[in-house]
């Protein structure tokens, strides 16, 4: 059946899309670029978000891996997920004007494994592996802490720690807030001393998007799409994608309305819309906007969490 033929209804998830960690870092990079003569460098994609790092390389932005590539008295800028304080003491010593767009909510996790550290308690992490925002928190602590990274329930069967009644956990603030509760009930079965830190890691906008998806999922049911925009390098957009599936229901993760394939609307009778926290919204309009091509419905919005946190730049780029 083509799917032209037909029409369906589109559900657009609420809240979605930018989160204020988000935004506050694409604003210190193009705060940085309004000031300074191009290139301005930033370690790693400052967002896991294509469109966003094309954009701002369109504007004289250089993304890189080792600060080393970064000449002296160059303009540096740390990403949204946070580095090593190694990564930190080494862009120090080279006479670099420095921006840290780390996420507050990721900067929240760093103090607490410094705090642990300087306890000496041994360290778990929830996270997965090589990811940015993982190297940059493993990397908080002194030498001499021990840090384990658990991705999975298995790693947490597995796990062997030293002194288990001296020992705490963090995780990665943009994980499934489902799968990390299944790892946390059997760490906690296996340690039963287990500290826990003084307020959830896992940040709002993941749980905010992650709730609003749990909501799509009801309203597109067996007949139902539900599509994600973002990167596949977001570790948020992947979680929102999974859940989706977790639940049987057809998802896709996309890039952008380019991306899609109309023929996945076959059969189907509700499509669900959301974004993960690194895509802009004018991704998720012109994706609506192809839909309603298709066939789709006057698009409704799900109800949802109204987000209102912001966090303010660093000194030096402050209005």
């Not at 960690?21 to 301005?40: D, H, N, T, Y």
């Not at 890189?64 to 590539?69: F, G, H, P």
């Not at 896992?202 to 905010?208: M, W």
């Not at 189907?268 to 690194?278: L, M």
Request: aromatic share 6%; hydrophobic share 40%.
């Amino acid at each position: 059946m083509n799917p032209n033929e037909h029409s369906f209804k589109i559900y657009i998830a609420n809240p979605r899309g930018f989160c204020a960690g988000v935004q506050r870092a694409v604003e210190v990079v193009e705060k940085a670029v309004a000031l300074f003569p191009p290139p301005i460098y930033v370690k790693h994609e400052v967002v896991h978000n294509t469109h966003v790092v094309q954009s701002l390389t369109n504007k004289g932005v250089r993304f890189i891996e080792d600060i080393q590539e970064v000449p002296e008295g160059a303009v540096l800028i740390f990403s949204a997920h946070g580095v090593s304080q190694a990564v930190q003491e080494s862009a120090k010593n080279r006479n670099l004007t420095i921006y840290d767009a780390t996420c507050p909510l990721v900067t929240k996790v760093h103090m607490e494994v410094k705090r642990y550290s300087g306890k000496g308690m041994e360290i778990i992490l929830i996270g997965h592996a090589n990811h940015p925002e993982v190297i940059g928190t493993l990397g908080q602590a002194s030498a001499h802490t021990k840090m384990y990274l658990v991705q999975n329930k298995q790693d947490a069967l597995d796990l062997q720690v030293t002194n288990p009644d001296h020992l705490a956990y963090v995780t990665q603030t943009t994980l499934s807030l489902d799968e990390t509760k299944e790892i946390l009930t059997i760490l906690k079965q296996r340690f039963p001393k287990l500290h826990a830190p003084n307020k959830e890691d896992i940040c709002y906008a993941t749980q905010n998007r992650q709730d609003a998806v749990k909501k799509l999922i009801k309203l597109c049911n067996s007949s139902g799409l539900i599509l994600v925009i973002g990167s596949r390098s977001s570790s948020n957009s992947n979680r929102l994608t999974e859940l989706a599936k977790s639940q049987g229901v057809t998802s896709y993760l996309i890039e952008d309305a380019n991306s899609f394939n109309p023929t996945w609307l076959t059969n189907v009778n509700h499509v669900g819309v959301t974004a993960g926290a690194s895509a802009p919204e004018y991704l998720v309009e012109e994706l609506i906007a192809m839909l309603k091509k298709l066939g789709g419905k006057e698009a409704s919005f799900t109800q949802g969490f109204n987000e209102t946190v912001s966090f303010s730049l660093p000194k030096g780029l402050q209005n």
